[in-house]
């Protein structure tokens, strides 16, 4: 079963019901898709605009997909009575923001570590991806809306830059450039802020039609190569990318065993998120009549997958000053042991 022909979103869209980026595409059809009259309410899965109920099917649709099952809005954030939206992928994201910050806070308070800086940039970034996809992927936000088209466009640059960031702390394991320099931090800073920014604006034009460049064609078939890029093959070549050179620095250099298996267990809980999120969707959401589907897993995957990066990167960069005699007769200069 494919998911994905290059650029096209629709099989995607259709059969994984909360993916976010189907929530641009659908602000794109419902106000000016290309060559057929908005809202194209039959790609969408809509009422005819006329019908008495096509205001409130707007009003209760879930997050992104287009598909058979999805999870409606959430009764209490306006929409259908009774719903709770995503509430487990609601409940694993808040989570996951205070486990990105509990990490940042932890790798700045690390003062003698390699990478600490950077390390703290990639973890309160992966915070504030988890807070996006918080508000636009658990059914708080009116579908459509320039609320969460706006909101998904940040969430897009800032899952880019976050991708970005976890390649830089791997280059920084390199020891081309010092860490925490200006020969670190500002490479890491500038090129990650042009990826965000340009990257959100992709997102957001790809949504609300700023030129009509990055509109489907034709519009069934939700296509956008920029797109597809930044959300489907850099966040995976990023990984991979940081994955293989960190455990070629380990095994190679370091020849320790502990980090290794835990960034061994980073990527497999990184690719085992991917692999639940793409196939169980459907699954799930149908089998609880709509009411959560396989975000939580993939999200709470994640957050295990960003945690033991934390270890591994807190194994390799131990401070040795804990190992160190230090004697108390200062003319005993030289006499520090291991």
């Not at 809306?145 to 800032?158: K, Q, R, Y």
Request: hydrophobic fraction near 50%.
């Amino acid at each position: 079963m494919v998911l994905f022909g290059f650029g096209d979103f629709d099989y995607a869209c259709r059969n994984i019901p909360s993916m976010p980026i189907c929530n641009l595409f659908f602000r794109q059809l419902l106000v000016n898709p290309a060559g057929t009259s908005a809202p194209a309410y039959n790609i969408l899965g809509l009422p005819a605009p006329g019908s008495s109920n096509f205001n409130s099917a707007v009003k209760n649709h879930g997050v992104g997909g287009f598909g058979s099952c999805y999870i409606p809005r959430a009764g209490f954030a306006g929409g259908e009575s009774g719903r709770l939206g995503n509430i487990a992928n609601l409940i694993l994201c808040g989570i996951a923001v205070l486990v990105g910050l509990g990490l940042a806070a932890a790798a700045i308070r690390r003062t003698a570590a390699v990478g600490r800086v950077e390390y703290t940039t990639l973890f309160v970034m992966y915070a504030l991806v988890q807070g996006a996809q918080l508000a636009d992927n658990s059914g708080l936000l009116r579908q459509g809306s320039l609320a969460i088209s706006w909101v998904t466009a940040i969430h897009t640059g800032l899952l880019v830059g976050l991708f970005w960031n976890l390649v830089w702390a791997a280059f920084l394991s390199l020891q081309v450039v010092e860490d925490g320099t200006l020969f670190s931090l500002i490479p890491m800073f500038v090129i990650g802020i042009i990826l965000t920014v340009g990257s959100g604006y992709i997102a957001a034009d790809t949504a609300l039609t700023i030129t009509n460049y990055f509109r489907s064609e034709p519009a069934r078939s939700l296509h956008n190569n920029w797109l597809f890029v930044l959300t489907i093959i850099w966040p995976a070549a990023a990984a991979a990318v940081y994955f293989i050179i960190q455990a070629g620095v380990v095994v190679r250099i370091l020849r320790e065993k502990k980090p290794l298996f835990t960034l061994l267990g980073a990527a497999v809980a990184f690719i085992a998120a991917q692999a639940f999120y793409y196939a169980l969707g459907h699954k799930i959401c149908t089998g609880t009549n709509g009411k959560i589907d396989s975000s939580w897993i993939a999200t709470l995957l994640e957050t295990v997958s960003i945690g033991l990066i934390f270890a591994a990167w807190q194994f390799v960069t131990e401070d040795e000053w804990e190992s160190y005699d230090i004697p108390t007769d200062p003319s005993a200069a030289g006499g520090y042991t291991y």
